[in-house]
């Protein structure tokens, strides 16, 4: 009973309080086994960084360690390329592997059930949309509301769009290499009989890629990420509906778009280059107030 | 002993400016124009190491300020230097000492925290043998550690907002700041991280932008009063509050008398009272009603008056 009255007085409580008395009765009819040493250590474990997190109260002023500016200073002014290519890792974790394994899969799903030269024109016709989607969600800061912490580092916006840049024609070059591999094994008539070049079937794809990508870019620089990829996407679509029809079909025949693939390529890489300059020389790119 | 002489002059000549700039954070002359809209006008203010609020109505400009002094946006004209370091010539070096935090973000949602702290770790040119450790330790400040394994997709808001503050202490900020960072919290929360804010500021310049000034009114250094695109107070909260000493009123009215003035009185705050109406006025001349008598100014009494002194002039 001295049990009890230590009890009800601790929650201050009547000693003679009769529900609280018949609580603690039938409480000490059940009977538990006493907790093992490990096991209160790991209850404890287990409460202490909740507890910790709870604890308000603490007015103890936060220690931050300081950190080495100089070196902060250095990773970020390195040439510019190799500070590019640092925050290229960093980038690269944006790619989710859910976007990796479903894109690839949908570009080698296709090259599997097409063949000969359709398998070509599908990569050709792929790889553009490949490499807009890839753009797109690497660019999801805009998305999301994440850009303006982004923007508050010290990386310039030039050097984050070169890293974004670097993942997504990587990514995409890569997995167009593999399918391009793929129908090469598959299909090597195509490769080796008709005398197409190897390099010939990787600017088939590379070079819309390269261009469907600039355009993106450009046009992202006023109206964003969005609009960039919608616009480019819409060209693509263009030329798939100009493919089709007599006079792209006249146009393809006469041979007038042996040179175009290196024009296009170029017209890309003319595109991408403007985007990073621009982000070079421009720090008001977000206009919003 | 000419050296001695020269090492004297240099002295007294050069770090003047270095004395003056040191732990400071300088705006000089801002303004920002959108098209024809003018956000902000002619800003210019010193800061020193403290915690310093900044507050407004809505549409004031203070996040157009913020978004500059972070380096987000280019003013139209003005400068802006933190420690003698200017944000426009020499933009890493400044960045590489700030924290920030916007109003509005969001967060990657297939990300864990630790994931997405490590990545504004790497951005922020934080070095890869610290980053972890880095990280580890703003979780800890911001009271997420027990979380550190969860995608942020499954994370409230408040939950979010504590990322948010802790990405902006990774790098060990000289500046700190800090859009609306309360907005989201419960009471609790609040209040360790306003007595944080108020801790961290003994080493830093905090600077906060915020609608919530009652509650670090007695921490904060230093309020500024950010209204129709202009600085209309900076100092102290003490003489903020002066400005409208004489100018606050406490009025007890009926029911018919409340709805007769009600449209031409600017009122503070509105208290039932078994029918009748305690009413704070807020008004530079004493108003006409019977029994009105003079109070002391609240801070939200001094914020409603300074915010209605530029409506009526």
């Not at chain 1, 593999?178 to 600017?203: C, P, Q, R, V, Y």
């Not at chain 1, 993106?216 to 493919?243: D, H, K, P």
């Not at chain 1, 020389?281 to 919003?288: H, K, L, V």
């Not at chain 2, 994370?155 to 503050?165: A, E, H, L, N, P």
């Amino acid at each position: 009973m001295d049990k009890y009255q230590e009890i009800l007085g601790e929650i201050d409580k009547d000693e003679n309080d009769k529900e609280m008395v018949a609580v603690l009765n039938k409480l000490s009819n059940y009977t538990v086994p006493e907790p093992t040493v490990a096991m209160t250590s790991s209850l404890l474990n287990n409460l202490k960084t909740v507890l910790r997190e709870n604890d308000t109260s603490s007015n103890e002023a936060p220690f931050i360690k300081p950190i080495d500016r100089v070196a902060i200073q250095k990773t970020v002014d390195a040439g510019s390329l190799l500070s590019i290519f640092r925050l290229v890792k960093p980038q690269m974790n944006i790619l989710t592997w859910r976007f990796i394994v479903t894109t690839s899969l949908i570009i080698f799903a296709g090259i599997f059930l097409t063949s000969g030269d359709t398998s070509l024109i599908f990569l050709t016709n792929g790889a553009p949309i490949l490499g807009l989607l890839t753009l797109f969600y690497e660019h999801r800061a805009q998305l999301y509301g994440t850009n303006e912490m982004e923007a508050s580092c010290p990386y310039t916006p030039a050097q984050l769009a070169g890293a974004r840049i670097i993942v997504t024609l990587g990514y995409t070059v890569i997995v167009c290499l593999i399918a391009t591999g793929m129908i090469a094994l598959s299909f090597s008539d195509i490769l080796i009989n008709e005398k197409i070049l190897l390099w010939n079937t990787i600017l088939a794809w590379l070079a819309p890629m390269v261009f469907f990508l600039g355009i993106s870019l450009a046009v992202s620089l006023r109206l964003g990420i969005g609009y960039g990829c919608g616009s480019a996407f819409l060209i693509w679509v263009m030329q798939i509906v100009f493919e089709q029809n007599d006079f792209g079909n006249r146009f393809i025949q006469a041979g007038l778009l042996r040179e175009m693939p290196m024009v296009f390529l170029v017209i890309g890489l003319l595109l991408i280059a403007m985007h990073i300059r621009y982000l070079r020389n421009e720090i008001d790119y977000s206009q919003n107030g | 002993m000419q050296c001695i002489y020269v090492t004297c002059v240099m002295k007294l000549i050069t770090p003047k400016m270095d004395r003056r700039e040191k732990n400071m954070l300088v705006l000089d002359s801002i303004t920002k124009r959108f098209k024809k809209n003018t956000a902000l006008n002619m800003i210019s203010l010193s800061l020193p190491k403290g915690l310093h609020l900044l507050t407004g109505p809505n549409g004031a400009g203070k996040t157009t300020l913020l978004r500059i002094i972070a380096g987000i946006i280019a003013p139209t004209t003005g400068q802006v230097s933190l420690n003698g370091i200017s944000l426009f010539s020499d933009s890493v070096r400044f960045k590489a000492r700030i924290g920030y935090l916007p109003q509005k973000f969001g967060v990657y949602p297939e990300m864990t925290a630790q994931k997405f702290l490590r990545y504004f770790a790497d951005l922020k040119g934080i070095p890869a043998s610290v980053a972890a450790q880095k990280v580890e330790e703003v979780m800890d400040i911001a009271k997420i550690t027990s979380f550190h394994n969860k995608t942020l997709r499954d994370w409230t808001k408040g939950m979010r907002q504590k990322v948010g503050i802790a990405q902006g202490l990774l790098n060990d900020p000289e500046l700190l700041l800090m859009d609306e960072p309360l907005s989201g919290l419960d009471p609790q929360e609040r209040y360790y991280f306003c007595n944080l804010f108020s801790q961290l500021s003994s080493e830093r310049i905090v600077l906060l932008s915020t609608h919530i000034i009652e509650e670090l009114a007695a921490l904060a250094d230093s309020i500024m009063l950010l209204d129709k695109n202009k600085l209309q107070f900076k100092g102290p909260i003490p003489r903020m509050m002066d400005t409208a000493r004489g100018g606050v009123w406490l009025a007890t009215l009926s029911e018919g008398e409340w709805n007769n003035k009600k449209t031409e009185l600017i009122v503070s705050s509105l208290r039932d009272n078994n029918g009748l109406y305690e009413v704070r006025i807020i008004s530079a001349v004493r108003p006409e009603i019977t029994g009105v008598c003079s109070v002391e100014p609240t801070l939200e009494d001094t914020y409603i008056y300074l915010v209605s002194k530029d409506d009526s002039e």
